[in-house]
């Protein structure tokens, strides 16, 4: 009798969270597909703990990250480039994103960065409720 490989599953697969940056020369560039993600990427489980990081939760704060890159960026304001969040929740991925950048190209690129596309997708558009929690500065 020959055994058959069990299949991988989702739930045991790692994934990746965390915050990005869409970052081109100007808001145009970015609906024509002409960008580039800077992202902070954090391995975690299904569930959406993260694996292997003992920094608090206040150290991975799109402000507090910037730190580290503006210089990398003309030392621009942490909130110029468009920018948001990954978090993984009981199976499911969020995609937390300013509604202007929430185009095919741009979640796709998102998709394909923090390998969650084995999960169910929710895009989570926060300027339609929260006011301008993902507002940016770039034109």
């Not at 950048?101 to 390998?115: R, S």
């Amino acid at each position: 009798m020959v055994k058959k490989l069990n299949e991988l599953k989702t739930e045991d697969d790692n994934y990746f969270c965390g915050p990005f940056w869409i970052i081109a020369d100007n808001l145009e560039c970015i609906l024509k597909g002409n960008f580039q993600l800077e992202c902070t990427k954090y391995l975690c489980d299904i569930s959406g703990n993260i694996v292997n990081d003992i920094t608090s939760k206040s150290q991975k704060t799109h402000q507090k990250l910037w730190d580290g890159l503006k210089s990398k960026y003309n030392n621009v304001n942490w909130k110029y480039y468009p920018r948001g969040r990954v978090s993984i929740y009981n199976g499911k991925a969020y995609i937390h994103i300013n509604s202007r950048c929430n185009l095919p190209k741009v979640i796709d690129a998102i998709i394909n960065e923090y390998g969650i596309s084995k999960l169910e997708m929710q895009i989570d558009l926060n300027d339609t409720y929260q006011g301008s929690h993902y507002d940016f500065e770039l034109k």
